[in-house]
Structure formats: C-alpha cells, structure tokens
C-alpha cells in the first residue's frame, strides 16, 4: 500500500501544477502588460493612473506598492496596492474608464 501511494503522488503533484499553471495563464491573459497599459492611457482608452486616483479621492500620501490593469467583467480596472501612512496594506479596484 505504501509502494502504490509513492508511486501515485508524483502524478498527483504534477496534476496539481498543471492546474495551478492553467490558472495562471488564464489570469495573465486578462491583465495588460505595460506596453498595453501606456498605449491605452496614450490612446485614451483608459485614464492614467494619477487621474484615476484623484478622481476617486485617494489621498496622495499613500505609497502606490503595485498596479494592474485587468479586465473584470468586460470593463477595465486598475486593481493598485497601497501602503497608507498608518502601515495598512489594501488593494483598491478603481475603474480605468
């Protein structure tokens, strides 16, 4: 018994990679790249960043840690990680449009 539960879990971990790197790709795939991202600020497709955050009110005292730009639900979004000057860490979701 304990031969057949070797032998099973290395397909059992190469099944679960697999998955996890379908998973990936199919979120990669909905998110822009920079290039993407400076061509539709360029082209006005989307807002730039520092307009999207003035226009939602976030303070500019926060530490921008990250940002995307990701399709949710047919509209694109700036999902941005900040780092307010009390230490909290949150990710905003701000429409780019």
Do not use: H, W
């Amino acid at each position: 018994m304990k031969t057949l539960i070797m032998k099973l879990l290395p397909a059992a971990a190469l099944a679960l990679a697999i998955g996890f790197a379908a998973t990936g790709t199919a979120s990669a795939q909905a998110c822009l790249d920079k290039r993407q991202i400076q061509e539709a600020v360029s082209s006005g497709q989307i807002m730039s960043l520092d307009a999207v955050l003035a226009s939602a009110g976030v303070d500019s005292s926060v530490e921008v840690l990250n940002v995307q730009v990701c399709d949710q639900g047919g509209r694109l979004v700036y999902i941005i990680g900040v780092l307010s000057r009390d230490g909290q860490a949150q990710n905003l979701v701000l429409s780019a449009q």
